[in-house]
């Protein structure tokens, strides 16, 4: 079955910097990846979400990239915020098949330093 | 507009006893339901879907059971709850039919298992 994989476990940058999260994964069938946001105590949140047809989207300052020769993915953060800081799951899917369930990676804890 | 609505927000249940967690979703039809399990600073395990009423995949062999008795009704069950099964359940929905895989997840149970 598919295994995604997501780096770094924990992330802290200052106020005004770029955050990267990458994540790799093993299904080369897979072709939906999307993006989730979790605050404390809180449920999920899609932030952006990308198909295997594109290699690049963006949402204001949040940006995803697709590389499917190397089967990985990464959201891209700019001009961080202290209400950035959440953690931010990855997850992949192989679109139109009978599963239709998607993979998480393990979380990536993102602190934004004020 | 879609809502998705899980009860009750917490429970604590002492070791053996049973489990009943119910999903519900609301302003769509026929769509797909998931449960998934998230321990505390973890990723999130799926444990169950379903395309269809009476349609139950499970993807983890454990304690818990799930049925889906009406469209929109997903119920996690378990008749002999473990220690390891406490954590926050999540409950989410995807459209059954549609160009997207996008999940949208219920607000979620935090059970305590003593």
């Known amino acids: 079955g598919e295994n995604v994989e997501q780096h770094p476990s924990t992330l802290s940058v200052q106020e005004g910097d770029s955050a990267v999260i990458k994540c790799t994964y093993s299904?080369?069938?897979?072709?939906?990846f999307p993006w989730y946001k979790q605050e404390l105590g809180k449920r999920p949140q899609l932030i952006i979400d990308i198909r295997s047809n594109v290699g690049e989207k963006k949402d204001q300052r949040i940006a995803v990239t697709l590389n499917k020769t190397a089967k990985h993915f990464s959201l891209h953060i700019t001009e961080t915020q202290p209400e950035d800081s959440a953690v931010y799951f990855c997850?992949?899917?192989?679109?139109?098949?009978?599963?239709?369930?998607?993979?998480f990676g393990s979380g990536t804890r993102l602190q934004v330093q004020p | 507009s879609q809502t998705i609505h899980q009860w009750p927000a917490t429970l604590v249940q002492p070791v053996g006893s049973p489990l009943s967690l119910e999903c519900t979703v609301e302003g769509t039809s026929n769509p797909n339901l998931y449960w998934y399990r998230q321990a505390a600073g973890r990723g999130l395990q799926l444990l169950f879907y379903?395309?269809?009423?009476?349609?139950i995949s499970s993807e983890v062999p454990q304690n818990l059971s799930a049925s889906r008795p009406q469209d929109r009704q997903f119920i996690l069950s378990s008749k002999k709850l473990l220690l390891s099964d406490s954590g926050f359940y999540l409950c989410?929905?995807?459209?059954?039919?549609?160009?997207?895989?996008?999940?949208?997840f219920g607000p979620g149970t935090r059970l305590t298992v003593l």
């Open positions: 379903s395309v269809g009423i009476g349609q």
């Open positions: 299904d080369s069938a897979s072709n939906y």
């Open positions: 997850a992949a899917s192989i679109f139109d098949t009978g599963r239709r369930a998607l993979t």
């Open positions: 989410a929905w995807s459209y059954g039919r549609s160009s997207t895989d996008t999940q949208y």
